[in-house]
């Protein structure tokens, strides 16, 4: 039990505290208590005192404490209610509709501007209205107007869905044409921002901007299609004619009054004149069809014809928006310049064709003509050193008789005349090959060296005998092409140099150009005029030629210039009239690896058991075969003449009887590969050879042909080519010693 009631207030226990003190001072003042018990209450009641004092002080402190709490709670409350006026008052201050939602989406406020426009739902809006349900009263209002196609349960998921997004802005449409635009933030706190600003005003002047836009641009679009020479016309998604110029109606032989906006395309079709034929596969069904499905339209381009009058180009296109434009262009006057020229290029190319056909037939005439030549001459070349070998062999025969001084003049001029001769036959084989293409080279390493020592020697007495100075220079140089054709090829430059230079100095050196060498002959002849430079490369031609220069045909510069562009080797010319001439061919050089020198063969020696050349061999019986009567008498005299025995017969058929007739082995064979009808020298030589064994043999021949070269050195056998010269005749018959 307490004195005091806690539940009293502090100013209440003071006053009942002082209450009791007042009493117990009287009461100890009005009794006399000697035992002492009234000041032992007084003591108590001055403790007691003591302890109200106390606690009235922790009272007094408390109420100061709650008084300044009170009085800042106070001001805090006062500055909250301004600040959210202040905030009520800057969000009503805003142009644009606010509100704004919590992190659990529910409007803690807005303003007065916030769907002020939906007057049916705007009472609605309190603060703790839950987002969906704010996005369902909207879907529902009467002020909003639905895109087409829309339903209020679509366009309220489709704003759900916006609102999703952490940021979001699109345009509402409301009824009377107004606008809003709605965007959406997120603040820090995870709340939502939503503010709507009216841009009816924005929205209508950008249509009008733009209707004005497409005012001008539709008369711009109109003025140049009027400007075209094509014919256009442009149709809407339900095939309707929204432009057009006045091109298309005069190409289409349409009405003007039948090509009006809002025109069907089916109907302006139908409208069309019936003798209009489409082309490339095109007709009226086909082109309606494809006018009828806008979404698989793609571009179509077919011809539109009236007979021959009217040629139309036509090109239809599909638009973006689904509707299509069609160009109708007039080329009838190309159409009827390419028929007028179809028709004159079938004229002319019966014509070509007509005359290729002639040319053709002289082109084959021509060749047959060539062909004939080229085996004429190389027939005639062969038959003519047929007699040639035979002359000079008998020629030969006479060289060892005793003679007068004028027979032995007589004798040499013969065999001038028979060099001479033979000289223009090879001449004129070599032409033959070239012309024909059966010009067969074989590309080697060639030490030109070798070349250049045997043409010095060869025309060395000539030009001593001319009182020139003829100067060939010395070379290690090794390259890479025809030996036998290059050896030709410098023999005719060097020749012509030394025949046709009257005095001075005729000179044959090369330079070395990187992996090519330049070999040049210089004269110091008459020279070469400019008009005369193709010339004297042709077969049979010759330039002012001196009379030392008399012997020869003119075939040496064509041989030069054939064999060059056969072999591929550049052919040059400088020439200065009255001072002298430069040929040069320029020649590449072996490869590294073959450059090398060729080990010389030492100079051929007879060994012990041979015979020297012009020993008579006694009693060797040498088998010749040759079908030419008047050769085979020379060869046999000339035989005959150094001491041999000959049995000779004129074909392979007569040899291999007359061998079986005989029973005797000949110590040596001498065939000509040429035999006529029957089997060839080197056929022959097999069956001989395979009769009896190897017996020391030559093949003798007027052909140049690699092949046969070829197939002599398959069978072991030199050839010897005609015509022949008595030297190889001794030279055959000392390796039977």
């Given amino acids: 039990m307490t004195l005091i009631n806690p539940a009293d207030s502090v100013e209440r226990q003071n006053e009942k505290l002082l209450r009791i003190t007042q009493s117990l001072m009287r009461r100890v003042e009005q009794q006399q208590d000697p035992s002492g018990l009234a000041y032992a209450q007084f003591e108590r009641a001055a403790l007691l005192e003591d302890q109200v004092r106390s606690r009235t002080r922790d009272l007094e402190r408390a109420l100061d404490l709650l008084h300044d709490s009170n009085l800042r709670l106070e001001h805090a409350s006062a500055e909250t209610e301004a600040a959210r006026a202040n905030l009520a008052d800057a969000i009503e201050a805003v142009h644009e509709g606010f509100a704004l939602f919590d992190s659990q989406d529910r409007l803690v406020l807005s303003n007065s501007r916030f769907c002020q426009d939906m007057r049916d739902i705007a009472d609605q809006l309190t603060p703790g209205l839950p987002f969906d349900r704010y996005v369902e009263l909207v879907s529902q209002s009467a002020y909003l107007a639905l895109p087409q196609g829309d339903t209020a349960l679509s366009w309220a998921l489709k704003r759900k869905a916006r609102h999703r997004e952490n940021d979001a802005m699109f345009n509402v449409r409301l009824t009377q044409d107004l606008w809003l635009q709605v965007s959406e933030r997120r603040t820090a706190s995870k709340g939502t921002v939503v503010l709507q600003t009216d841009v009816t005003d924005l929205i209508r002047l950008e249509r009008k901007e733009r209707a004005r836009l497409q005012n001008k641009q539709a008369r711009l679009i109109a003025a140049t299609l009027e400007h075209l020479n094509q014919g256009v016309c442009i149709f809407d998604d339900a095939a309707r004619l929204i432009g057009w110029n006045a091109r298309v109606a005069e190409l289409l032989r349409l009405p003007l009054t039948r090509v ?42 077919f011809e539109a014809a009236q007979g021959a009058a009217l040629t139309l180009d036509a090109f239809a296109q599909g638009l973006p928006d689904g509707g299509f434009v069609i160009s109708f262009t007039d080329v009838t006057a190309e159409r009827n310049a390419a028929r007028a020229l179809r028709e004159m290029n079938e004229r002319l190319e019966a014509r070509v064709a007509e ?89 080697r390493p060639v030490d030109l060296g070798q070349i250049f020592s045997t043409l010095n020697t060869q025309l060395e007495p000539l030009a001593a005998q001319k009182g020139l100075d003829l100067r060939v220079l010395p070379t290690t140089a090794r390259v890479e092409t025809d030996p036998s054709y290059l050896r030709r090829i410098l023999q005719n430059l060097l020749g012509n140099a030394v025949r046709y230079t009257a005095r001075g100095k005729v000179l044959m050196g090369l330079r070395r150009q990187g992996d090519r060498v330049r070999i040049e002959v210089w004269d110091t002849g008459p020279g070469i ?67 090398a ?50 049995i000779d017969v004129g074909n392979g058929r007569e040899a291999l009887d007359l061998l079986d007739e005989l029973e005797i082995t000949p110590d040596a064979l001498m065939l000509d590969e040429d035999l006529g009808p029957g089997m060839t020298g080197t056929e022959l030589l097999g069956e001989i050879t395979g009769r009896y064994g190897p017996i020391p043999a030559r093949i003798i021949s007027a052909q140049r042909a690699p092949t046969l070269r070829e197939r002599c050195q398959s069978l072991g056998v030199p050839l010897l080519s005609k015509p022949l010269e008595r030297r190889d005749l001794e030279l055959f018959l000392s390796e039977l010693v």
């Fill in 260 to 301: 009006q906006r809002g025109a069907g395309f089916a109907a302006l079709i139908d409208q069309m004149p019936e003798d209009f034929t489409l082309s490339h596969g095109m007709s009226r069904k086909r082109l309606l069809e494809w006018a009828d499905r806008p979404s698989r339209r793609g571009a179509l381009r």
């Fill in 355 to 443: 005359r290729t056909t002639e040319l053709a037939s002289a082109l084959a005439e021509a060749e047959r003509a060539n062909a004939s030549k080229s085996r004429f001459v190389a027939a005639a070349s062969h038959d003519l050193l047929q007699p040639l070998s035979a002359a000079k062999l008998f020629v030969g025969t006479l060289s060892g008789e005793d003679l007068t001084p004028v027979g032995t003049e007589t004798l040499g001029k013969i065999s001038s005349a028979l060099g001479s001769l033979e000289h223009i036959i090879e001449a004129l084989l070599d032409m033959s090959k070239l012309d024909s293409g059966r010009a067969a080279f074989d590309l």
């Fill in 529 to 595: 005029a400019p008009e005369h430079r193709d010339m004297i490369f042709r077969e049979f031609s010759r330039v002012d030629a001196p009379a030392s220069a008399s012997e020869g045909l003119g075939l040496g510069l064509a041989i030069v210039d054939r064999a060059c562009a056969g072999l591929g080797l550049p052919l040059g010319l400088r020439s200065e009239p009255g001072r002298g001439t430069v040929f040069s061919v320029t020649v590449p050089l072996a490869s590294r690896a073959s450059r």
């Fill in 597 to 646: 020198p060729a080990r010389r063969s030492a100079p051929r020696v007879p060994s012990p058991g041979l015979a020297p050349p012009g020993l008579p061999v006694q009693g060797r019986v040498v088998f010749l075969v040759e079908n030419d009567t008047d050769l085979r008498r020379a060869l046999t005299l000339s035989l005959e003449g150094m001491g041999a025995d000959v």
